[in-house]
RNA sequence: GCGGGUGUAGCUCAAUGGUAGAGCGCUAGUCUUCCAAACUAGUUACGAGGGUUCGAUUCCCUUCACCCGCUCCA
């Protein structure tokens, strides 16, 4: 996953985003502090050129797409609603035999998987079926040497006479440490158990785990000047969010129909259990999230008589009025790698990743990770996730506000529909909610009240043209991005002049579209006024238009690479030809292409024509 | 948070218990001609703090950052 040689090229990209003033480590002068990034003039020009692109794509290039900015800070309960304060406050334990941090709450589930802890859940049920407890420092042995394989730190294993002394002498007057199986699995897991205090195994090796640490992933902090219990807030750890909250809010101004989205972009923060990976995972980071509501698949049933099949490739065209989520959710994977592509990264770069039915959350009906691959590894750059309702009713639920929407043609288009499909839409939509209460772990006869009592009430609303949006969610981290452009981009080029000398020259090959610096204007020498005034020229002919940098110093060639360097597609050279010096060249310049080097001659007058269609 | 590694000009790499050096880059200049040309001049460093020592970049401790693993999923 990560040889040497991908090192060694992160660490290139690393020195060459500081050298050319893409990233520099945050707070360098002080030292640094882990986990956060500062873009300096090329990153900042590169990063708003992304962001800008994803922004006009998804909003300004659509009717169906609103945006919003939403503060960082907002009201606590949104983040209980939304379920990062339980999620993202897990407490973490570190195993003092083989160093693993695993989460405490599933540090059980782990364990009860393995043969050896079987083996021990089998020993002390069959110790304890007598009282006092029937063991001997035989059966003890045995069981150490069966758990010895695959749980070698097991402290019955590792410190074998101890424990067993211990077990032992607390057998015989039926101790704490068979007075049940939970707490016998800790007291073979333990070494020392002084003041009786016992540790659980850890899953991979048995060793001891320390006590559970919470590892608070939200940035916590009080708004008002006096810090108290009352006045805890978080810093965002998703923009996502807000969108939800807001969304009664733009649907009543924005004059927008079901189905259409919200779009934002805006820094998310998260601590990081170990940032990694140079920007790939920062503690601030920056996200463009669009949530896109739609209507109920029985909605969509009942306005165009049917919901269109996934599976025959209407996804890749333009939405239609019968789209259920899972076209929908198709649709939005389709036109979120073709950004990528508008930007310089192909299909080839990416996987997709379906998650499998058991890694999904509880919230998702069908996530897409888009998955880059990055010098140290496939990782994920963006996910799309079809999170049916899930948002939306939560915050109904917390904030106590209504977040359905009236729909006036679906009221009507229900009044007129035919017995037997409202029948087929009801019995359908019962049996999946009923199925996924059984996977929650709820007894048949209580799923199937339950299903039935929740089927029938949204129905009822359903019928009055009332529902709860669904949601698919296209969220991508901007960071990510910038770093996979900058991979993507990074080339060495080898070349060996006259004297045999090999030199290696670092080319960033940038799409035009997303170069910070989009054209190079060069006089050719600068002792001549003359070519530098006309350069000048040149450069602010150009300037409203895009980004220009004017360079006059050192030899040509050496302005050139440069440009390489910076990912500066184009270059403007003037010459003494440009001054007239070949009459018929009078006011021509020399257009340079970045990745192959190619020159050509053209009018002055041409160059914006020409290059304009190319960076927009 | 734990374990392993790294830390000397912007970059690549030297040397040393007593004055830190080179190449490249960068800045300025010379040059009528297109891919880091040549020449001249200039520029810049021992990650931070403490200790041992007459004296520490070098030895010791602490800390910070980065890289690699354990977790994380934008």
Known sequence: MSDPKSTELMEKIVSLSKRRGFIYPSSEVYGGINGFWDYGPLGAELKRNVKDLWWRSMVHYRDDVVGLEATIIMHPLIWKASGHLDTFSDPMSTCRQCKKLVRSDQAREMVEDADWFQELQRFYQQATQSSPVAVSAESLEKLAQATRKHAPSLALVRAREAVTARLLASAANNGPDWADENQFIRSVSTENAAAGLTHFPCPHCGGELTEP????????????????????????????????????????????????????????????????????????????????????????????????????????????????????????????????????????????????????????????????????????????????????????????????????????????????????????????????????????????????????????????????PHVIEPSAGVDRLILALLCKAYREVVSTDEKGKT??????????????????????????????????????????????????????????????????????????????????????????????????????????????PLIR
């Open 213 to 468: 640490r919470p590892f608070n992933l939200m940035f916590k902090t009080h708004y008002g000047p006096v810090e108290s219990d009352d006045n805890v807030c978080y810093l965002r750890p998703e923009t996502a969010q807000a969108i939800f909250v807001q969304f009664k809010n733009v649907f009543e101004t924005s004059r927008q129909k079901l189905p259409f989205g919200i779009a934002q972009v805006g820094k998310a923060f998260r601590n990081e259990v170990t940032p990694r990976n140079f920007t790939f995972r920062s503690r601030e980071f920056e996200q463009m999230e669009l949530e896109f509501f739609i209507k109920p698949d029985e909605a969509v049933a009942a306005l165009a008589g049917g919901v269109a099949s996934a599976s025959d490739g209407a996804w890749q065209g333009t939405p239609q009025p019968d789209w259920g989520w899972e076209v929908w959710h198709k649709y939005w994977v389709e036109q979120r790698v073709r950004f990528y592509e508008s930007i310089g990264l192909a299909r080839e770069d990416f996987v997709e990743y379906w998650q499998k039915p058991d890694e999904l959350a509880h919230y998702a009906r069908a996530t897409v990770d888009i998955l880059f691959r990055f010098p140290f590894g496939v990782q994920e750059l963006e996910g799309i996730a079809a999170r049916g309702d899930f948002d939306l009713t939560q915050h109904q639920k917390f904030s106590g506000k209504s977040t359905e929407v009236f729909d006036e043609e679906l009221r009507s288009a229900w009044a007129i529909l035919d017995e037997p499909t409202r029948t087929a839409l009801r019995a359908r939509h019962e049996s999946s909610l009923k199925e996924s209460l059984l996977k929650k772990g709820i007894a048949g006869d209580e799923a199937t009240a339950q299903a039935a009592a929740a089927s029938q009430a949204y129905f009822e609303k359903l019928a009055k043209g009332h529902y709860v």
């Open 503 to 612: 030199e290696t020259r670092v080319v960033l090959q940038f799409h035009p579209r997303i170069a910070p610096i989009k054209v190079g204007v060069f006089p050719l020498l600068k002792n001549k006024p003359e070519l530098v005034a006309k350069a000048l020229a040149v450069r602010d002919l150009l300037r409203p238009h895009m980004t220009v940098f004017y360079d006059e110093s050192g030899a040509i060639g050496r302005r050139y690479a440069r440009q390489d360097e910076a990912g500066t597609p184009f270059g403007v050279t003037i010459d003494f030809d440009t001054l007239g010096e070949k009459p018929e060249l009078a006011d021509t310049v020399t257009l340079r292409h970045r990745d192959d080097g190619r020159q050509e001659r053209l009018p002055i007058a041409e160059l914006l024509p020409r290059l304009l």
